[in-house]
């Protein structure tokens, strides 16, 4: 029962957002009393606290299955903004936004784990794109790591509604791209941008 508030609060939050779903609203949805889901979590914020955990490890499993598609490095981060516009579409609000309003401490404990995990995927596909020849050579790897996984997670934090972040971070994924790339680099980035209309 525990997994399945989480699961179906989890969802509520995202869409309809993490300030308006109460714990009743959550045990309508669910028929089931506001008691049963007291008996597993003190109080709400404890239960976003667990549903952001979640996500994010539903986030890090599919980043996971993207890099295990052996995409060049271009085509791998053009690959996982796909993934996240699958995943997110159907919110109207951004909900990093909506967390770092709301409730900042769970935002901040969420941000440390996510940086530290970007912080070594982004590395790994500058390595890569390297190898690759798509990117430069005498790229420093920690400074473009840092640039990108700030304004990734600026953009989030601070736009209101998650299309209009989706459209930013394309804007972000090429500027980042182009920064990196060889001659051979920007021809792939242009394949991409083509591929996924930006």
């Given at each position: 029962m525990k997994d399945k508030i989480i699961a179906r609060a989890t969802d509520m939050f995202l869409k309809l957002g993490f300030k308006s779903v109460?714990?009743?609203d959550i045990a309508c949805d669910m028929c089931i009393s506001k008691k049963t889901i007291y008996k597993y979590f003190s109080n709400k914020?404890?239960?976003i606290e667990q549903g952001t955990e979640i996500v994010?490890?539903?986030i890090h499993r599919l980043m996971d299955e993207v890099v295990s598609k052996n995409f060049n490095a271009i085509e791998e981060n053009f690959e996982m903004r796909k993934m996240f516009k699958e995943m997110f579409q159907s919110f109207d609000h951004s909900p990093a936004y909506q967390l770092k309003k709301h409730y900042p401490?769970?935002?901040e404990k969420m941000m440390r784990n996510e940086i530290e995990d970007c912080h070594s995927m982004f590395s790994q596909n500058i390595v890569k794109g390297i190898e690759q020849g798509l990117?430069?050579?005498e790229i420093d790897i920690e400074a473009?790591?840092?640039f990108y996984y700030t304004l990734i997670f600026s953009i989030n934090e601070n736009t209101l509604l998650e299309r209009d972040a989706y459209i930013l971070e394309g804007k972000a994924l090429e500027y980042h791209t182009r920064a990196l790339a060889t001659p051979k680099g920007i021809e792939e980035l242009e394949k991409q941008l083509?591929?996924?209309n930006i």
């Open positions: 109460t714990m009743d914020e404890q239960l994010h490890q539903n401490e769970i935002y990117y430069r050579p473009a790591t840092k083509l591929k996924f």
